[in-house]
């Protein structure tokens, strides 16, 4: 079987839209184009239907009402608005959040910002295998904690945290608990309903939906959650969203939402986990030296993030440029810096170079693993033959030993 | 990254890939860079007792410029005196394969490499004549 070029293997970066969510969304880019909070004649009220269908799908996935879905321009703005909205809300009570070392940018970097407002900011470290020890959360709770940021998957290791359990903790001393849920959601179950929490970021992009939508799970229950906008306006969202919703777009997200839980409980996800668990094994047999990082069990069922010793990222990218996949190594970023995540599992910095993210989905194929396997082999050898450091292994020199002038 | 034509041929098609004896006299061989900071070249030249370049290796972990650095440089001293090997300047590597600003320590490390291993093969002759007189 032939495969198509290029490859997509970075669905931890976005994924394609879902043909079916195209279909959903496409009434609402053609002909209904109402105001949602136009009350008065047809035009809105089509629109208002469609948003409020959109919000009960994605209720339905988390298993939350609809009343507690905050629609938002992506998880970016969710975590945002959960922390900044959550922190200064509560800043009465105390100035102190616990977040961990491995979050996205956009919840550490709202970390930083309410550092800046006088908030002091606990970042926990992770174990080897990138968990979150439930000690050190334990440990790191104050009496003026008044919020947590722990994400269910990490979006480059795919480990999965255990929320379920620092939830609890938050809920037994009363810390507002956010959970950015962005790689897991469609990927594994998660319930409001089992997982104590407070508000929960959703991203559509990141399971088939478009780009430019997401939503914030804002909690009801008692106590209620209160937020404190970081957007004003015409107090949509119950105050705490202004902005008029992109009913196209929520509609898009609604229906990815829909699908998603549909696909964990069709098999969907096991037939990825299937090819995923094929391509680690398979690499295995035909390479040596390769390192798994993070944990092997507690992991996405689509995420592997491989170090291939002696192999630099950025060259394999380049060598292996009709799939697309992403690497930890400083050569791909801007910053020159390897991958914060991967330093903060103790990952050593040779090796974080050479590590490479696979993200296969619902799109890939039998077809395309058995390619990439091929094509990663192929290619990985032929570095190796031209890796000094990989010649000098192979005669018996420990690289360890050797002073290497840094530069 | 947008990489040039040029940078891409070198690196998908590298120039005297592969190693000499580095025990030999008029092998010289230089090794630089690091394995934490992602990139490690090893350059090696065979010099004849005319002081000719006569045959240039290398191999190098590192980016696609890192590679393709090290590949150019090899061509551009085959074949030339030690004396032009000794005053080329990382900036004429960097021109030709038109390397982003972020990517210039490729080339750096690339004339690195040639003083390295320019420094190791008169090491040895220095240690030959000595040897010799001895």
């Known amino acids: 079987m032939t495969v198509k070029l290029p490859i997509y293997m970075d669905n931890h970066a976005t994924t394609q839209v879902d043909p079916r969510v195209l279909d959903a969304m496409l009434p609402y880019l053609q002909g209904v184009f109402g105001n949602a909070a136009s009350r008065n004649h047809s035009f809105g009220w089509a629109a208002r239907e469609a948003v409020e269908r959109g919000r009960e799908q994605v209720a339905d996935l988390l298993g939350a009402s609809p009343k507690e879905i905050v629609f938002t321009s992506g998880a970016t703005e969710s975590d945002n608005l959960a922390i900044l909205g959550g922190a200064r809300f509560s800043q009465k009570k105390g100035k102190h959040i616990i977040t961990t070392a491995i979050e996205h940018k956009a919840v550490l970097d709202s970390c930083h910002q309410l550092e800046k407002e006088g908030f002091e900011v606990t970042y926990l470290p992770v174990d080897d295998q990138g968990r979150v020890r439930i000690e050190d959360f334990q440990a790191a709770i104050r009496p003026d904690t008044v919020l947590a940021s722990v994400m269910l998957a990490n979006n480059e290791i795919g480990v999965i945290e255990p929320v379920a ?4 903790i938050c809920r037994e001393h009363g810390i507002l608990f956010h959970i950015d849920a962005v790689q897991g959601l469609g990927r594994i179950p998660f319930s409001v309903q089992s997982v104590p929490c407070d508000m929960v970021s959703v991203s559509a992009h990141k399971m088939y939906g478009p780009k430019g939508v997401g939503a914030l799970y804002v909690r009801r229950g008692r106590p209620r959650v209160r937020i404190e906008p970081i957007i004003h306006g015409g107090g949509h969202e119950r105050g705490m969203r202004s902005g008029t919703l992109a009913v196209h777009q929520i509609v898009g997200l609604g229906m990815a939402a829909q699908v998603a839980k ?38 996405l069922p689509n995420n592997l993030n491989i170090s ?10 380049m060598a292996i440029k009709d799939v697309a996949v992403s690497s930890g190594s400083a050569c791909t970023s801007a910053s020159l810096e390897p991958s914060y995540v991967l330093r903060a599992l103790g990952v050593d910095v040779e090796l974080a170079h050479t590590s490479i993210r696979f993200g296969l989905g619902r799109f890939t194929t039998d077809a395309e693993v058995d390619y990439v396997i091929d094509l990663v082999t192929d290619k990985v050898r032929w570095l190796r033959d031209m890796s000094p450091l990989w010649e000098m292994v192979q005669e018996g020199i420990d690289i360890k030993s050797i002073e290497w002038a840094a530069h | 990254m947008a990489y040039s034509d040029k940078l891409l041929d070198h690196y998908e098609n590298p120039r005297n890939m592969g190693s000499m004896d580095k025990n030999a006299d008029d092998v010289g061989t230089g090794l630089v860079g690091a394995p934490a900071c992602g990139d490690v070249m090893k350059l090696q030249l065979l010099i004849n007792d005319d002081g000719i370049i006569e045959d240039a290796k290398f191999k190098t972990f590192g ?65 030959k004549a000595a040897a010799n007189q001895a």
């Open chain 1, 165 to 168: 359990e620092i939830g609890a």
């Open chain 1, 262 to 299: 549909e696909e964990l409980e069709s098999g969907g996800v096991d037939r990825i986990r299937a090819m995923r668990d094929r391509m680690w094994a398979r690499l295995q047999e035909n390479l040596p030296e390769l390192y798994l990082n993070g944990s092997w069990e507690q992991r």
């Open chain 1, 308 to 317: 291939f010793a002696y192999v630099e990222g950025e060259a394999m990218m």
């Open chain 2, 63 to 127: 980016c696609g410029s890192a590679i393709a650095s090290s590949s150019l440089v090899t061509e551009m001293v085959k074949g030339k005196s030690v004396e032009f090997a000794e005053q080329l300047e990382n900036g004429a590597i960097a021109q030709e394969l038109a390397l982003p600003p972020v990517k210039i320590h490729c080339s750096v490390l690339a004339e690195d490499a040639i003083k390295a291993a320019l420094a190791d093969y008169r090491r040895k002759q220095a240690a």
